[in-house]
């Protein structure tokens, strides 16, 4: 039903910017809450950022509050999450989710959560 393949991960020095994409088959893009997860190596996969349907509420983790932002544009069918001033603790395989929902304000944090996922794109920070 929704495919979802993520782009624009990289090779950065600590303090750059980088701008993930997600782009979204089909035509329900607009009828599901986003989201990023990561995994760094020998780690569990762990929720990053969420926004609801129509964008009117976002939530980040902790560890990217303040340094990372998460947007879509339900006309292109895209879901973005800007990342500044990046971290070698941030390097990790950075993954899309989506889950169809009714409600427009709802936003999701457990991967269980989600049922269509990306193919994952390497974010590699360097110190």
């Known amino acids: 039903q929704v495919q979802l393949v993520e782009s624009g991960g990289g090779l950065v020095q600590a303090g750059d910017s980088l701008r993930l994409s997600c782009a979204a088959s089909?035509?329900?893009?607009?009828?599901?809450?986003m989201g990023w997860f990561r995994q760094a190596p020998g780690k569990e996969r762990a929720f990053v950022a969420a926004v609801s349907r129509n964008s009117g509420v976002t939530y980040y983790a902790d560890s990217v509050r303040g340094r990372f932002t998460i947007s879509r544009d339900n006309a292109k069918s895209t879901v973005y999450l800007q990342m500044n001033s990046l971290k070698p603790e941030d390097t990790a395989v950075y993954y899309c989710?989506?889950?169809?929902?009714?409600?427009?304000?709802?936003?999701?944090?457990?991967?269980?959560?989600?049922?269509?996922w990306g193919q994952g794109t390497q974010v590699t920070v360097s110190s």
């Open positions: 089909g035509r329900t893009f607009s009828s599901h809450a």
């Open positions: 989710a989506g889950r169809f929902t009714t409600r427009t304000l709802n936003y999701y944090v457990d991967e269980s959560d989600y049922t269509y």
